[in-house]
């Protein structure tokens, strides 16, 4: 049985494309969730669905590298 790719080479572009599909995604969901009568055709329920984009997102979030400068201080916008 053969494995899984655990090496794979995107680009900071495309990882942005990603999030904000995934972002997109989230928030068309968001609002279906809302409208109970789209929900009927739903093959998964939006909230099983939009929780499993949530953590997703989280992880993607959680392994950027953000800047920081080494000398001076750091002013935060």
Not at 14 to 39: C, H, N, Q, V
Not at 61 to 72: A, E
Request: hydrophobic share 30%; glycine share 10%; proline share 5%.
């Amino acid at each position: 049985m053969p494995g899984y790719n655990s090496h794979f080479e995107l680009s900071v572009e495309d990882m942005d494309l990603i999030e904000g599909a995934l972002r997109r995604t989230k928030s068309d969901l968001s609002a279906r969730a809302i409208a109970p009568e789209s929900t009927a055709n739903a093959d998964e329920a939006p909230e099983e669905t939009l929780r499993k984009i949530h953590d997703l997102l989280g992880r993607l979030h959680n392994q950027k590298i953000f800047y920081r400068p080494r000398n001076g201080g750091y002013i935060g916008g």
